[in-house]
Every structure is written in structure tokens, then in C-alpha cells.
T-cell receptor
Framework: DAGITQSPRHKVTETGTPVTLRCHQT?????MYWYRQDPGHGLRLIHY???????DKGEVSDGYSVSRSKTEDFLLTLESATSSQTSVYFC??????????FGPGTRLLVL | KQEVTQIPAALSVPEGENLVLNCSFT??????LQWFRQDPGKGLTSLLL?????REQTSGRLNASLDKSSGRSTLYIAASQPGDSATYLC??????????FGAGTRLTVKP
């Protein structure tokens, strides 16, 4: 398995609180991604990064921000969590137009 | 906007049967197509990646084909086993490595 870890793996939080999810890679891949997976919607891209400090929006970016200050770390922040952001969040890594490798996921419940 | 459809949504077969999973996409301007496997409660495992210039890829009992002009891909699984039971997802990459996923086919292989 590609060296990708996500933390935390599970989190329960309350509406209105900020939440930060971390993705860490040991593969030195240039591209990193955040997806969410929901029943009935499948996997959808939130944000991605194509280098340190280089990020762009995906299909469902509203309510989320990201940061990448080091090659190995990609942070996803929910500034003020809402119940609609309850989901399973996956991080992925790749080189340009090559295989994407996924992390184990983070289950987030917003009450 | 790229739309990815997978048919059937669910499939149940007896052990040993050969089977085909289908994936179609609406915009043929893709860079690659990737097939993944997802076990319940787990992350995604990459199975095969087909670049847009390729017609097929093989790995063990798996063979994936790509017809970019018609917007179709198939995943062929030979001699299915109970351990193949999982959800199979296809995804296509366009500009900026933006990957769009299908909803998946849930496969059950009965002993």
C-alpha cells in the first residue's frame, strides 16, 4: 500500500465548530486530493493540490478550505461544520495523470 | 460536466463465473480511466489504470478495456471467487487530474 495516513480516523463534532483533517504521505507524490463519499452521491472531489502552496477547487468545495505547506501534508478544514458535512473523507495522492492511491478514510459526524 | 455511469448497480454470481462490469462516460476528452475496488468500510484500492492512448490493461484475472470514442470501459473478471465480492468503481480523469467517479457496482460472488 502507498504510504498514506489520515488523522483522525473518526471524529464526532458539533455544528459550528471548526474541524481540521490531516493527510500525510511518505511517497513524495506531487498531487494530493480530498474527496468525500456519501450514499447516493458517490465520491466527489473537494479540493486538490498540485504542489506546495498550490491548490484548486473541486466539485464540492463550498464550506471547505485546504492548505499544503509541505509536500507530505495536506490539510482539510471545515471552518464551521454543518450536519451536511457528515461524511467519509478520503485523501488520495498521485503523480500527474497516474494512478491515484487512497488513504483509509476519516469518518466525520457533525451533530 | 463529465458524468460517469456504472451498470449494473449490483450483481450476484456463482463462484467460477466470468463477469463483465460496465462503465460509461459522457465526455470523451479524458486522460485516463481507473478501476478501483472498495470493501465495506474501507478505502479504495486501485486495480487498473488505462491511459487515453491505450485500449486495455490486464492484471491477473482482471482485464479492463477502454473505447474512448464511444465513452465506454469494461472490467472483465475471470473465474470469479468469493474474495472478489466488493464494490467496483470506475473513474475518469480530465483536465488538472480532476477525477469523476461512477456510483459503483456492488458485486457478490456466492460460494
Amino acid at each position: 500500500d502507498a504510504g498514506i495516513t489520515q488523522s483522525p480516523r473518526h471524529k464526532v463534532t458539533e455544528t459550528g465548530t471548526p474541524v481540521t483533517l490531516r493527510c500525510h504521505q511518505t511517497e513524495n507524490h506531487r498531487y494530493m486530493y480530498w474527496y468525500r463519499q456519501d450514499p447516493g452521491h458517490g465520491l466527489r472531489l473537494i479540493h486538490y493540490s498540485y504542489g506546495v502552496k498550490d491548490t484548486d477547487k473541486g466539485e464540492v468545495s463550498d464550506g471547505y478550505s485546504v492548505s499544503r505547506s509541505k509536500t507530505e501534508d495536506f490539510l482539510l478544514t471545515l471552518e464551521s461544520a454543518t450536519s451536511s458535512q457528515t461524511s467519509v473523507y478520503f485523501c488520495a495522492i498521485s503523480e500527474l495523470r497516474e494512478t491515484q492511491y487512497f488513504g483509509p478514510g476519516t469518518r466525520l459526524l457533525v451533530l | 460536466k463529465q458524468e460517469v455511469t456504472q451498470i449494473p448497480a449490483a450483481l450476484s454470481v456463482p463462484e467460477g463465473e466470468n463477469l463483465v462490469l460496465n462503465c460509461s462516460f459522457t465526455d470523451s476528452a479524458i486522460y485516463n480511466l481507473q478501476w478501483f475496488r472498495q470493501d465495506p468500510g474501507k478505502g479504495l484500492t486501485s486495480l487498473l489504470l488505462i491511459q487515453s492512448s491505450q485500449r486495455e490493461q490486464t492484471s491477473g484475472r482482471l482485464n479492463a478495456s477502454l473505447d474512448k470514442s464511444s465513452g465506454r470501459s469494461t472490467l472483465y473478471i475471470a473465474a470469479s471467487q468469493p474474495g472478489d465480492s466488493a464494490t467496483y468503481l470506475c473513474a475518469v480523469s480530465g483536465d488538472n487530474n480532476d477525477m469523476r467517479f461512477g456510483a459503483g457496482t456492488r458485486l457478490t460472488v456466492k460460494p
